[in-house]
């Protein structure tokens, strides 16, 4: 299996950026799909972004293309979400997770880290 552990979070002004990382540690990073979730506070967890195994494929949910990278270091054993243009409506709690595909829904994934906070402020 594989740990996740995300940083990067915090307060920013509307309009800033963000880059969270989610760090690796376990059984080989390469071999995992990876994939960004959010939850706003009372609301569902929403998917962001995913990235395939070897960072050749990326997708996006239609809320964040264009303003949001998602990228991977596999000698790093890394995912990381760059997030620029920050709105308030970002403002969740953004989880990574493992699994075998880049899809768009949670069941797709086995492995989720704790979360970090992200305040988007107007």
């Known amino acids: 299996q594989v740990q996740l552990v995300e940083s990067g979070g915090g307060l920013v002004q509307a309009g800033g950026s963000l880059r969270l990382s989610c760090a690796a540690s376990g059984r080989t990073f390469s071999s995992y799909a990876m994939g960004w979730f959010r939850q706003a506070p009372g609301k569902e967890r929403n998917f962001v972004a995913a990235?395939?195994?070897?960072?050749?494929?990326?997708y996006y949910a239609n809320s964040v293309k264009g303003r949001f990278t998602i990228s991977r270091d596999n000698a790093k054993n890394t995912l990381y979400l760059q997030m620029n243009s920050l709105k308030p409506e970002d403002t969740a709690v953004y989880y990574c997770?493992?699994?075998?595909?880049?899809?768009?829904?949670?069941?797709?994934?086995?492995?989720w880290g704790q979360g970090t906070k992200v305040t988007v402020s107007s």
């Open positions: 997770a493992a699994g075998r595909l880049p899809i768009a829904t949670m069941r797709g994934y086995d492995y």
């Open positions: 990235i395939s195994k070897s960072g050749g494929n990326t």
